[in-house]
């Protein structure tokens, strides 16, 4: 049950984390023929942001815990490059 706890808040983390990248994606945007955002600072440091969770799972020593959150990180970035992406706003 511990585990489930665990990767429930690690998908909430990387969820939160892989959002911010998935809004100002610049292929995304190119793909659907919208104007690519320019602010490209913190991509790199929110995807390591994003696997944080499953490096503090796998301290815990719960394997299967860090199996249910590698497959739940990807379920969610799949899931949010489903969306088509919003046009960026002229003031960001």
Request: proline share 7%; charged share 15%.
């Amino acid at each position: 049950m511990i585990d489930l706890l665990y990767c429930l808040m690690g998908w909430i983390v990387s969820g939160l984390c892989l959002l911010f990248i998935a809004r100002r994606d610049p292929k995304r945007f190119r793909a659907h023929s919208l104007p690519v955002p320019t602010d490209q600072r913190y991509r790199g440091l929110l995807f390591l942001a994003s696997l944080l969770p499953g490096v503090a799972i796998a301290l815990t020593g719960s394997v299967s815990a860090v199996i249910m959150w590698a497959g739940g990180w990807t379920v969610l970035g799949w899931l949010l490059a489903l969306k088509r992406p919003k046009k960026p706003n002229a003031t960001v």
